[in-house]
């Protein structure tokens, strides 16, 4: 049984009485603690594909298995980084982080929480910027912080959709090999699945165990292909 | 900055004529209380001669000078147009002296007013607000209801708030109720309107992503919406609470036994026109003091906006 599993998902949409299919018998899995990039031009579907991993949107038909159990709605077993937006305008970068531990960790205490939020802070490198608001970050800044609320939930799965899409090239690099080295870990611990759309092809190879492309009209797989160099790999 | 920038100014130019001009000889029957003009111009110059010293930022120090100059530069016209050229008449116009001595004459008789008034305005526009959010959220977050109420809102809300007031009479007992509700009509509406499109201007990515994160129906109202739409929040009840003020004064000036507006009603009526503008002086004041701090909590509370 592979950790996700997505079966024949075809997805309609209805706009202005037209609907045109989004997706069409999409079937792909993710094995435990791999990392895979979907890939395609835009119009693809891959953003839907991912919403419905979210859990944001659900699919007219077929299913997505998490181990073996079709997913209902969002869940606390799926981190989310989105490429604008992730954070709360109001919440200072700590805050946004230890908001995010709270709906998966109900049972910490405030100050507990507070403590995760800076560790993964420390992690991404923004120990000196906990305290200032969204709007005083840098785009950059702003997805490091999206990442460490990610991590710091210490879910199984982490789903990112083009989240250094809007990142300038110098910046996307330092943030690639961050993620990289947050994913690989020291090797104590499990390494997450994830799940990486984006329509780079050399971000998909430098940081994928396998890429899922896909091509539009109407959105499907179009080639799985594994990502055959050693890690680590620059 | 150097001695020159913060004390050779306009504004003490201005101190020194407002004082010379107390000297003149005077025109009018009644004593100007000149000396109360006097302690006061020393008081507001004492307090320009501090601040200029210690304030560290020229732009903020001019701002404060520009308006004491202002204020000087009123005394010194209004000192001229009454006791010392007598332009005006002489009893819907007292100068400023016989003003001052008025006010710190009749201070406690104001603070019981100001308490009055203030006490009213805060319970209608509190129990206004209390009600309006939260009922906001829950009318703007679930679509049908909230497209059906923003048409009711805005249809109840288009009522002047004064023209309940019949009813109001009718209804409660005294007339501190009366005002009350008023002042809740008044505050809710615009809030309950402000808060419910707030809402619906949320942006669908803040909602996705604290959907994603799995908050419950409560914490998604509370700890996202509810901020989120906050800036929208804020449009209402600043229209509530300047349209309090108008309403209450205007109720006061017709019914009231206590009050800031029936202080300057009564006064009037009565042909003192001293108080009267003691009256409409601290009317001000105290409308300046509340937004002032009314403008602080709102920034306070949207200072993560840029």
């Known amino acids: 049984m592979s950790k996700i599993e997505i079966h024949n998902l075809t997805v309609d949409y209805t706009e202005k009485n037209k609907s045109f299919t989004a997706l069409k018998n999409v079937s792909f899995s993710v094995e435990a603690g791999e990392f895979v990039s979907v890939i395609g031009s835009s119009g693809c579907g891959k953003s839907t594909l991912l919403s419905i991993l979210e859990g944001i949107n659900a699919p007219t038909e077929g299913e997505i298995l998490i181990d073996g159990k079709p997913i209902i709605g969002t869940g606390t077993d799926r981190g989310v980084v989105f490429q604008h937006y992730s954070l709360f305008p109001w919440m200072t970068a700590r805050k946004n982080v230890a908001f995010g531990v709270k709906q998966v960790k109900k049972d910490l205490s405030k100050t507990e929480r507070l403590q995760i939020a800076d560790t993964f802070l420390d992690k991404v490198g923004l120990s000196d910027f906990k305290n200032k608001y969204p709007s005083q970050l840098s785009g950059g800044m702003q997805q490091r912080v999206a990442i460490a609320r990610a991590l710091a939930m210490d879910t199984d799965i982490l789903l990112m959709d083009e989240p250094f899409g809007a990142i300038d090239a110098k910046n996307r690099t330092v943030l690639q090999e961050l993620l990289l080295e947050l994913w690989e870990g020291d090797g104590t611990q499990e390494k997450k699945t994830v799940v990486f759309v984006t329509h780079d092809i050399d971000e998909a190879i430098l940081l994928s165990d396998r890429i899922v492309m896909m091509s539009a009209g109407p959105g499907h797989v179009y080639r799985e292909i594994p990502v055959p160099f050693d890690r680590p790999r620059n | ?306």
């Open chain 2, 1 to 306: 900055m150097t001695v020159k920038k913060r004390f050779l100014r306009v504004t003490n130019l201005l101190f020194l004529i407002l004082i010379a001009v107390q000297f003149l000889p005077n025109q009018i029957s009644d004593d100007p209380q000149t000396s109360y003009v006097l302690w006061f111009a020393a008081g507001a110059e004492l307090l320009v001669i501090l601040v200029s010293s210690f304030v560290k930022k020229e732009q903020g120090l001019n701002l404060f000078l520009d308006i004491f100059a202002f204020i000087y530069g009123l005394l010194i016209l209004w000192t001229l147009a009454t006791a010392k050229f007598n332009l005006l008449q002489e009893a819907l116009f007292p100068p400023p002296g016989c003003v001052f001595q008025q006010f710190t004459e009749d201070i406690d008789k104001i603070l019981v007013n100001i308490q009055s008034s203030l006490g009213i305005i805060l319970q209608g526009y509190l129990l206004a607000t209390v009600i309006a959010i939260p009922l906001g959220l829950f009318l703007g977050w679930s679509v049908r209801l909230g497209n059906a109420a923003t048409y009711i809102s805005k249809f109840l809300g288009s009522i002047p708030p004064i023209v309940y007031i019949p009813y109001g009479i009718a209804l409660l007992p005294t007339f501190r109720s009366v005002s009350v509700f008023v002042i809740f009509l008044a505050t809710f509406w615009p809030v309950l309107a402000s808060t419910m499109s707030g809402v619906l201007n949320v942006e669908q990515k803040v909602i996705d992503s604290a959907k994603v994160l799995n908050v419950g129906k409560i914490t998604m109202l509370f700890s996202v919406i509810l901020p989120a739409s906050l800036p929208q929040i804020f449009i209402g009840c600043n229209q509530g609470l300047s349209v309090s003020f108008i309403l209450l004064t205007s109720a006061e000036m017709i019914g009231a036994r206590d009050g800031l507006g029936y202080y300057v009603k009564q006064y009037s009526d009565f042909g003192d026109y001293t108080r009267t503008i003691v009256g409409l002086l601290v009317i001000g004041i105290v409308v300046i003091v509340i937004s002032f701090l009314f403008n602080k909590l709102q920034r306070s509370l949207l200072r993560w906006k840029r």
